[in-house]
């Protein structure tokens, strides 16, 4: 039984990176399959399998499809969204996908776009990504030339044209309504919600994104059934995922594991465990911009409701580990500061609370804080909290802070009593 | 257990070196880069993004002539593309360096011990990030997460990433960088 899909073509000779490697292991069987089937049932079994958005929200993937107007009296134009803008700090998951399997994630998105009406589908890659998009520039060529992609597609009437679109840096664009924003052409700042994309999207019209991962998620998910996918899952969610470690761990690096997996197995087995002489103080299940754990989390399962329910969120799945010889304080000044420069000044607890939260967290690191230092960091915090702006960068900010405040507070109190950082 | 993700060696493009920042009028090669992407959107407006990397990729910045011709060749008013222009931080509006250094100093590559390497790239060059360096070769930007978090600390020079970052790499980058460029400049 196929056991990693995501990582089965990748490996040390990239055995899959053209197309006649990537068919020579099996490749767009899923996508043949989909176009002999009908659109409405493709939707439904990516909703029954329970593949959960892999950009950091789980929102379940097919429900989000379903959502889209369909049939004779939908809008007649309709858009599919990669949003390949992977930014957040310490994740480095779809980089790997698109340059090494590019096909993978062209051949996950015909099948969505197939499934949702679509017939013009975008990448909107980051543009420090050369590899990737020569790589997938190439990879759409390679498919429009076999009647993969383009007009007519193998015969059936359907056409889907995908193009790239290469960004220009900025956090914000990953964020879906903003980087539709981007998309068109405008700048990047995100769209107040509703109207949701599937419904009112680029240029107006129904739009699904999803992220590089999800995507790379459909093509055996179609190929092999609702119960093979749902049976790679190790807990409540189902497929697999792309973990990663990075931080002073033995063995950093990422791994194509079942969901469900316990962190403590993913850090201690896969990465190594921690580097002699260290200890693990905290960790950052999913990105920069979830809640810190601490090691008495260690033996939860990367699933979306069990991290939830911890207080934290599985986020992109890449866990950034803090040591015991590396100030917190600093690290959330760190995280704060790539924040407060990331902001898109849109919305004001987010450009204006960012840049306090840094002037707070600056000064108790250089012992200058004063203790009621600590109270006005969560009065911004909360200020910050969903609800209170257009995006989740502001919450999301928030969230390293907040946690950081309860799981370290002691960190931050004696940086204010000793008026120096005890960690230099 | 070993990462599936071993880093591979990238093809560099080749910048030209004629100067033709403030030309104010639109080369055929640029605009037919530009009438290429025009099929791609329901508009031409929303073309600008693609545009401007376009004619910064030929000139090596955006001036505000090249912004002009932009903003004509499209039919959409310049301050309108200028907000644009300055959103995003790989349009530059202002000379730049041969090499532009994006550094990244994301989480993983803090903890990883970047600011030490920030410090002495900067004392190396004797620029501050935003800065370009005396002799015209180098511009030092810091950078969103790079996305190569297991091999931190890293850094991108030009196309090139480098990875698991040392003081003495550093060195060797650049003194290797301004080699380069001094052989060209001798040619």
Redesign the interface.
């Known amino acids: 039984m196929l056991t990693n899909p995501l990582t089965k073509n990748i490996g040390p000779q990239n055995t899959a990176i053209d197309l006649a490697g990537y068919r020579a292991a099996g490749g767009y069987s899923g996508w043949r399959k989909a176009l002999a089937g009908d659109p409405g049932d493709l939707v439904k079994m990516v909703q029954d399998a329970g593949l959960r958005g892999r950009g950091g929200a789980g929102f379940n993937t097919g429900l989000k499809w379903s959502f889209v107007p369909r049939g004779d009296d939908s809008p007649s134009i309709k858009y599919l969204v990669c949003n390949a803008d992977e930014m957040e700090p310490g994740t480095f998951k779809d980089r790997l996908l698109m340059e090494r399997d590019p096909h993978l994630l062209i051949e996950g998105m015909a099948i969505a776009a197939y499934a949702i009406e679509a017939r013009t589908a975008y990448i909107f890659i980051r543009g420090e990504y050369h590899t990737a998009t020569a790589r997938l520039e190439k990879a759409i060529a390679e498919a429009r030339e076999e009647g993969l992609l383009g007009e007519n597609i193998l015969g059936t009437g359907y056409s889907l044209e995908i193009h790239l679109h290469c960004s220009a840096g900025n956090y914000i664009c990953g964020e879906e309504t903003a980087l539709l924003n981007a998309l068109e052409g405008k700048r990047a700042v995100p769209r107040a919600k509703p109207p949701f994309p599937q419904v009112s999207g680029l240029w107006g019209k129904p739009t699904v994104v999803n992220n590089v991962e999800t995507f790379c998620n459909i093509p055996h998910l179609i190929d092999l059934g609702v119960d093979w996918y749902k049976s790679l899952g190790r807990g409540e969610d189902a497929g697999t995922k792309l973990f990663g470690v990075s931080g002073k761990v033995k063995n950093p690096g990422t791994w194509e594991l079942p969901m469900g997996t316990p962190i403590r197995e993913i850090i201690e087995v896969h990465a190594g465990g921690m580097r002699d002489g260290l200890k693990l103080k905290g960790f950052l299940p999913g990105g920069g911009s979830t809640d810190f754990l601490g090691p008495e989390h260690l033996d939860l399962p990367m699933d979306y409701d069990a991290i939830g329910k911890s207080g934290s969120r599985m986020g992109t799945g890449t866990i950034i580990v803090l040591d015991d010889k590396t100030c917190p304080v600093g690290l959330v000044l760190n995280l704060t500061q790539f924040f407060a420069r990331e902001s898109c000044g849109w919305c004001t607890p987010c450009r204006d609370g960012l840049p306090w939260a840094v002037k707070i967290l600056q000064r108790i690191e250089n012992g200058e804080g004063r203790l009621e230092d600590i109270g006005l960091l969560q009065e911004q915090v909360r200020y910050m909290g969903p609800g209170n702006t257009f995006c989740a960068l502001a919450p999301g900010a928030a969230e390293p802070i907040q946690s950081a405040l309860k799981l370290f507070e002691q960190d931050f109190v004696e940086h204010i009593e000793k008026g120096c950082c005890p960690y230099l | ?6 880093p ?1 060696v ?1 093809e560099v ?1 080749d910048f030209s070196k004629a100067d033709r920042s403030t030309e104010t009028q639109l080369s055929a090669e640029e605009k037919r880069e530009i009438d290429a992407e025009f099929s ?4 031409k ?6 545009a ?2 376009i004619v910064q990729k030929h000139r090596g910045w955006i001036s505000d002539q090249s912004l002009q011709a932009v903003s004509d060749y499209l039919d959409i008013p310049s301050a309108q593309l200028e ?2 222009a300055t ?5 530059f509006r202002q000379p730049v360096g041969k090499e532009v250094i ?1 550094f990244c ?4 590559c ?3 011990g970047c600011a030490r390497l920030q410090a002495r790239i900067e004392q190396k060059l004797q620029i501050a990030p935003g800065q370009t360096s005396g002799d015209g070769i180098f511009t030092l930007l ?11 600390p890293v850094m ?1 020079v030009g ?1 090139e990433m480098h990875r698991n970052l040392t003081e003495q790499s550093i060195d060797e980058i650049i003194d290797n960088k301004k080699r380069r460029h001094a052989d060209e400049s001798t040619d």
Do not use: N
Request: with cysteine; hydrophobic share 45%.
């Open positions: 257990m070993s990462s599936v993700f071993e591979e990238v493009m791609h959107y329901e508009d407006a929303s073309v600008g993004l693609e401007l990397r907000g644009v959103f995003f931080q790989l349009i994006l100093k994301s989480a993983s803090w903890i990883m810091e950078t969103p997460c790079l996305g190569d978090c297991d091999k931190a991108m196309e």
